[in-house]
């Protein structure tokens, strides 16, 4: 009897990876190690239910034919689900399941496709079963040999001015993928040259766009319901909260810091369209309930005075005084046109009244010559300069703080958490600041302020008198112990001992 044939291993492959053309969801269960000890995916079992549900959509979406055109599938979606492990599928299954496929990959940023998106890709490309048929390499992933050119997908960084990369898609009579990642901060010239492109006849077309729904204008909002291209787009909204494995304590910490129904919330949670073209950063009833409260504090609490020095001609310098919760009793003092020395002077004479134990100056642009002079008018206090624009440090609230990108946006965070307890003037001025200014978010989703000389594009005012409180979370100061000596002055206790406190010690 003669011996049975052996079948090529390589063969059998290629034949079961083709068999999973129009089935995404087949391709990444059989594609990937799932649940093999000894490999990163050893604890894991598969997708998660809404990323079968988006792979299902993509597969009707092929086999039926039913959207004009391209296939265009749109996910906007909260923090944390596994979207970029999504987006990695998608490609290598793409570029598996079809020969000679073309893709292109863009991102909001070169820097989330350089640092995010691409080495997530480059994760799954490692575990792919059928990674030796392709060379991944910096900004690519081609199939070896002679179709290098022919069969490949492109990581691509945009431009306004020079959108050639996106007019150039085309792969007739083959299958040609378009990924958008973080899709909401995608420029629409890039979105129109795009969809100019995808115009091959008798070719599998497939665009995907990806990302948390930041901004309620542009093309991405309009691939949603109300939007004027919504009938053209397959869409999911993922709520970070429906979805296994996502990080339950941050999310709650979210909603405790912004509230449920907050842009924040509905933007990096519920995977929601901000109710505005833009986020505001500290909401209206926070500030009205802040200046109804009670000003509430103890004698022992050290009293903190923050400086804001005005830049500008129209600008003003601001002196601010807190004490724990209180930052009412001792009223905010405004200066237009003094120069430094009269400035520093007016310092040291406010802070000598009240019984500063620390003093916070704004030591950018001509601040640094303030907080000079003040050091050497008051030798006994803590006088120290904060840079806006510095690293944040993290002191303040214990750790409570979301991700921030500055130090200006860790103390205007640390104000906001504090402002649900503490007690302000009731200035229009203060409010008008607290509540006009808007914020997003950098490459690695920390929270980044609107910059002051766009809120006066926008015909705001610079928010002097908001720094000014805000400076006085710059550091934390120890309460006073119970043994040390008071004197009044002014109606307000002063510490009368020299405090040896360092804020930058420990760095």
Known sequence: MAALAKRDPEAELEEAIASFRHDPIGFVEFAFPWGEEGTELADEQGPRAWQREVMDDVSAALLNGDLEGAVRIAVASGHGIGKSALVSWMLLWALSTFPQTKATITANTGDQLRTKTWPEVAKWYHLLICKHWFTFEATSI???????????????????????????????????????????????????????ALTDRDTELIWLAFGNPTVNTGRFRECFAGGRFAHRWRQRQIDSRTVDGTDTVEIAQWETDWGEDSDFFRIRVKGQFPRGGSMQFIDGETVDAAMRREAVC??????????????????????????????????????????????????????????????????????????????????????????????????????????????????????????????????????????????????????????????????????????????????????????????????????????????????
């Not at 990924?179 to 909401?184: K, P, R």
């Not at 923050?306 to 001609?313: P, S």
């Open 142 to 196: 081609s199939a070896k040999g002679s179709r290098a050119k022919t069969w490949r997908c492109d990581a691509v960084t945009w431009s306004e001015n020079n959108t050639s990369a996106f007019a150039g898609l085309h792969n007739k009579g083959k299958r040609l993928v378009l990924v958008f990642d973080e899709a909401s901060e995608i420029a629409d010239k890039v979105w129109e040259v795009a969809q100019g």
């Open 298 to 507: 103890h004698l022992r609490q050290a009293l903190v005075m923050g400086v804001d020095v005005a830049r500008f001609g129209e600008d003003q310098s601001v002196l601010t005084f807190r004490r724990g919760l209180d930052a009412r009793t001792v009223p905010t003092l405004k200066f237009r046109g003094l120069d430094l020395v009269t400035l520093s002077g007016k310092v040291a004479e406010q802070a000598m009244m009240h019984g500063a134990r620390a003093i916070y100056i704004d030591e950018g642009g001509m601040g640094a010559g303030v907080v000079d002079m003040v050091r050497k008018m008051l030798p006994g206090v803590l006088v120290v300069g904060v840079n806006f624009g510095g690293k944040a440090d993290r002191y303040m609230m214990g750790g409570d703080l979301p991700l921030v990108a500055d130090k200006a946006a860790e103390i205007w965070a640390a104000m906001r958490l504090w402002l649900k307890t503490g007690a302000i003037e009731n200035d229009p001025e203060l409010k008008a600041e607290l509540t006009g200014r808007q914020y997003g978010f950098d490459t690695h989703n920390a929270i980044r302020l609107e910059r002051k000389e766009d809120m006066k594009k926008r015909g705001l005012a610079s928010p002097d008198v908001a720094d000014g409180l805000a400076l006085t979370f710059a550091y934390p100061v120890a309460d006073m112990p119970d043994d040390t000596r008071f004197a009044t002055q002014g109606g307000h206790a002063a510490q009368m001992v020299e405090s040896d406190y360092d804020p930058h010690a420990d760095l």
